[in-house]
């Protein structure tokens, strides 16, 4: 199993060569990342590509960190802050806007790495707790009994296997997932490790998908990997 992260970082930073070196470092550890140098770029790449955790310095020109972290907060999307303002204060005000974490500069970048996949943890946690269901095409996906129902109420016989697929799909919409990805989204056996068996896994869960009613739900992006296609909403 590879270390890939397959988590969206986005890393706004005014300096560009800190931003660069931060953007960098989190690319060799796996995470999927961009940078933005302010609010503005921010909220455009936001709205081509959601984010999983924002890195969020506090002092730039323009907007303010700490209404972008307001911003971001009122949207539910997780914020680790980073200043050279390292009084306790200060760290008050961020986390009381909303901020997941504080990271005082300078800073140990393996600390950071350390930091991000905390708070992805929790998030992830919190998600479990709060989501009932993730419902698509009219089927229900109930991760905590590990239940698909097709649109009659029906259960729809999936492996254990072809349950972490799917789960991999409905949290991730729209996204395209390499196999390397999926094989760690999956945590297949490592003696599985080659992409024949990814595509044999999504060929059945297709299968299966589509003699239960759904329409094509998981496009195949030739060379590159997979994509959920149909719009997933949780209650």
């Known amino acids: ?63 303010d960190g700490l209404s972008i972290c307001r911003r971001l907060h009122e949207r539910s999307v997780p914020v680790l ?37 905390a708070v992805l943890r929790r998030q992830q946690t919190a998600d479990v707790a709060t989501t009932t269901a993730y419902h698509f095409d009219g089927f229900r996906y109930d991760p905590s009994a590990a239940v698909l129902l097709d649109p009659r ?12 697929l799917l789960a991999a799909f409905v949290k991730r919409p729209a996204q395209l997932l390499s196999r390397d990805q999926l094989l760690d989204l999956t945590q297949h056996d490592p003696a599985e490790h080659f992409d024949r068996a990814i595509d044999l896994s999504v060929s059945r869960l297709r299968r299966k998908l589509g003699a239960a009613g759904a329409g094509e739900s998981i496009e195949t992006v030739r060379g590159l990997g997979y994509r959920f296609r149909a719009t997933v909403t949780r209650q």
């Not at 470092?25 to 455009?44: I, K, N």
């Not at 009084?87 to 986390?95: A, F, H, P, Y």
């Not at 109420?153 to 972490?164: F, K, M």
């Open 153 to 164: 109420g029906q259960t729809v016989p999936l492996t254990a296997g072809e349950l972490r």
């Open 81 to 117: 802050v980073l200043s050279a303002l390292g009084e306790t204060s200060d760290r008050i005000v961020g986390l009381e806007l909303g901020a997941s974490d504080y990271l005082a500069k300078p800073f140990d970048p393996r600390e950071l790495v350390a930091r991000i996949r």
């Open 1 to 63: 199993m590879t270390n890939t992260d397959t988590r969206r970082i986005l890393v706004v930073e005014d300096d560009e060569s800190v931003r660069d070196a931060i953007v960098g470092y989190l690319d060799r550890h796996g995470f999927s990342v961009r940078g933005a140098d302010g609010g503005v770029a921010m909220d455009r790449l936001l709205a081509a590509q959601p984010a999983d955790l924002v890195v969020l310095d506090l002092m730039m020109p323009g907007e």
